[in-house]
């Protein structure tokens, strides 16, 4: 999986400090992981589609593939908020996550394919996956997920530039991506 990752002290905007501020209460809650997602997505919606949340540097895609930008990564680890930009036709491989992740369209759409990994002995074969799911998901639109079950490809099937921001449950500007595995097996569609 190809992508570029911007992160210095990214500048910031006070509604960015403000998303960064309620997603710091609802991760300091200590729940389990599927309740944070769903705090932290509460908290993001508000911010979705504003023009005051990214700089115009957080705005620039690459032509080669979605570039990351790393907005925030909290101190302790606990959480990071990245803003990904896609050009059209530009995807993700088949792949799940190292932790909870919440999802929201600030602009365009992004198309998602979710999948379910059948293992080699059920399959007698390498094993595979199945696709059981598509969504398009519209600017403003949130959703989240806690692995496992979080296997999925993303990209931008529109003509037009698509941004989305991920809150992770994790390191992101340590880690460098929150992919834990990118698979290649056999995949249905």
Same mark, same amino acid.
């Given at each position: 999986?190809?992508?570029?990752?911007? *992160?210095?002290?990214?500048?910031?905007?006070? !509604?960015?400090?403000?998303?960064?501020?309620?997603?710091?209460?609802?991760?300091? !809650?200590?729940?389990? &992981?599927?309740?944070?997602?769903? @705090?932290?997505?509460? %908290?993001?919606?508000?911010?979705?589609?504003?023009?005051?949340?990214?700089?115009?540097?957080?705005?620039?895609?690459? &032509?080669?593939? *979605?570039?990351?930008?790393?907005?925030?990564?909290?101190?302790?680890?606990?959480?990071?908020?990245?803003?990904?930009?896609?050009?059209?036709?530009? %995807?993700?491989?088949?792949?799940?996550?190292?932790?909870?992740?919440?999802?929201?369209?600030?602009?365009?759409?992004?198309?998602?394919?979710r999948y379910r990994l059948v293992p080699a002995t059920e399959t007698g074969g390498p094993g595979r996956l199945v696709a059981t799911e598509d969504v398009v998901n519209p !600017?403003?639109?949130?959703?989240?997920?806690?692995?496992?079950?979080?296997?999925?490809?993303?990209?931008?099937?529109?003509?037009?530039?698509?941004?989305? @921001?991920?809150? *992770?449950?994790?390191?992101?500007?340590? @880690?460098?991506?929150?992919? %834990?595995?990118? *698979?290649?097996?056999?995949?249905? %569609?």
């Amino acid at each position: 999986m190809s992508t570029t990752t911007a *992160y210095r002290a990214a500048r910031t905007t006070a !509604r960015l400090d403000s998303l960064v501020a309620d997603v710091r209460e609802a991760v300091g !809650r200590g729940l389990p &992981p599927d309740l944070t997602a769903y @705090l932290v997505g509460e %908290r993001l919606a508000p911010h979705l589609g504003t023009p005051d949340l990214l700089t115009d540097e957080q705005c620039e895609g690459d &032509p080669e593939c *979605y570039r990351q930008h790393v907005l925030h990564a909290e101190q302790d680890g606990s959480f990071s908020i990245v803003a990904l930009v896609w050009l059209p036709g530009q %995807r993700t491989s088949i792949h799940d996550h190292v932790s909870w992740c919440v999802t929201g369209v600030h602009e365009g759409e992004e198309h998602e394919r979710r999948y379910r990994l059948v293992p080699a002995t059920e399959t007698g074969g390498p094993g595979r996956l199945v696709a059981t799911e598509d969504v398009v998901n519209p !600017r403003g639109a949130v959703c989240g997920f806690a692995p496992p079950g979080d296997i999925h490809r993303v990209w931008n099937a529109c003509g037009s530039r698509a941004i989305s @921001l991920h809150i *992770y449950g994790a390191d992101i500007a340590r @880690l460098g991506s929150s992919v %834990r595995r990118v *698979y290649e097996l056999p995949a249905d %569609r």
